[in-house]
């Protein structure tokens, strides 16, 4: 059963259900054996079979405050699938929990949970069997890796580089602008955070513009990192600093390394 808004071309797999008061808007594809919740919006957007979008939800919404359809919203990589086009594209096996809200022109691989009231801005990329917890925002132009863990009410900034095998704890905030520039003629240039792959940042750390995590690097919970750390140390305090190196034992195992990156 579809829901009864419909403005577009809708196709629906095998085996769906279809909740109360569902919107369809431009080309809307949903694999089989999937579950769509009551009050969602869907606009262009390609879902994998066995996926769940729960309660309202609104999978896309246009980058254009108050606006929710675009026209000439650029497209993401349709990943060889047939006409039409698509501006979002939803793996396999996803669980989008209630009320979240994911923009346009974003990709989200197979196996990814995207957790309640979280919200994903444009021109981002989630890969395969990655979390993002309830209340937490990424913003524009991120890239989130394979296998990675973001916790609850974290504040990913835009232009932030998360590669494969990261976890960030609860309440982690990143930030991309050294200066204050809101409303003062002062230089601004956005500079996002690079993570390394396997680095882990405690909860309620502070990650400032433009520095880089070392791969499998742990930040303490609380710590504000002003400048790059290396790999496998641990730091902690305000501002970060060294305090041991990481014990071999907790070393990335080769055979992760191969599968997600160097």
Same mark, same amino acid.
């Given at each position: 059963?579809?829901?009864?808004?419909?403005?577009?071309?809708?196709?629906?797999?095998?085996?769906?259900?279809?909740?109360?008061?569902? *919107?369809?808007?431009?080309?809307?594809?949903?694999?089989?054996?999937?579950?769509?919740?009551? *009050?969602?919006?869907?606009?262009?957007?390609? &879902?994998?079979?066995?996926? &769940?979008?729960?309660? *309202?939800?609104?999978?896309?919404?246009?980058?254009?405050?108050?606006?929710?359809?675009?026209?000439?919203?650029?497209?993401?990589?349709?990943?060889?699938?047939?006409?039409?086009?698509?501006?979002?594209?939803?793996?396999?096996?996803?669980?989008?929990?209630?009320?979240?809200? &994911?923009?346009?022109?974003?990709?989200?691989?197979?196996?990814?949970?995207?957790?309640?009231?979280?919200?994903?801005?444009?021109?981002?990329?989630?890969?395969?069997?990655?979390?993002?917890?309830?209340?937490?925002?990424?913003? *524009?132009?991120?890239?989130?890796?394979?296998?990675?863990?973001?916790?609850?009410?974290?504040?990913?900034?835009?232009?932030? $580089?998360?590669?494969?095998?990261?976890?960030?704890?609860?309440?982690?905030?990143?930030?991309?602008?050294?200066?204050?520039?809101?409303?003062?003629?002062?230089?601004?240039?956005?500079?996002?955070?690079? $993570?390394?792959?396997?680095?882990?940042?405690?909860?309620?750390?502070?990650?400032?513009?433009?520095?880089?995590?070392?791969?499998?690097?742990?930040?303490?919970?609380?710590?504000?990192?002003?400048?790059?750390?290396?790999?496998?140390?641990?730091?902690?305090?305000?501002?970060?600093?060294?305090?041991?190196?990481?014990?071999?034992?907790?070393?990335?195992?080769?055979?992760?390394?191969? $599968?997600?990156?160097?």
């Amino acid at each position: 059963m579809i829901g009864k808004n419909t403005d577009g071309n809708a196709v629906v797999g095998e085996n769906c259900h279809i909740g109360k008061n569902v *919107n369809f808007v431009g080309n809307v594809r949903i694999g089989n054996n999937c579950k769509i919740g009551n *009050n969602v919006f869907l606009k262009s957007v390609s &879902i994998g079979d066995n996926s &769940i979008i729960q309660d *309202n939800s609104v999978i896309g919404y246009s980058t254009i405050t108050g606006h929710y359809y675009d026209q000439n919203q650029s497209e993401v990589n349709r990943n060889n699938l047939d006409e039409p086009e698509y501006h979002i594209i939803i793996g396999k096996n996803i669980l989008v929990r209630t009320g979240v809200t &994911i923009y346009l022109d974003v990709n989200i691989g197979d196996n990814c949970w995207i957790n309640h009231n979280a919200i994903i801005r444009e021109k981002v990329t989630i890969l395969e069997d990655t979390t993002i917890g309830s209340n937490t925002i990424c913003e *524009n132009n991120v890239s989130i890796g394979k296998r990675c863990a973001i916790h609850n009410n974290s504040m990913i900034c835009a232009e932030t $580089l998360i590669e494969s095998f990261v976890f960030i704890g609860p309440g982690v905030s990143f930030t991309n602008n050294s200066p204050i520039g809101h409303l003062r003629d002062v230089p601004s240039t956005i500079k996002g955070a690079k $993570l390394r792959l396997g680095c882990a940042i405690g909860g309620g750390s502070t990650i400032c513009p433009g520095v880089e995590i070392g791969h499998e690097a742990i930040i303490a919970a609380g710590a504000v990192v002003t400048k790059d750390i290396p790999p496998r140390i641990i730091v902690a305090g305000n501002p970060a600093k060294k305090i041991r190196d990481v014990d071999p034992k907790s070393f990335i195992k080769e055979d992760f390394r191969e $599968l997600y990156g160097t």
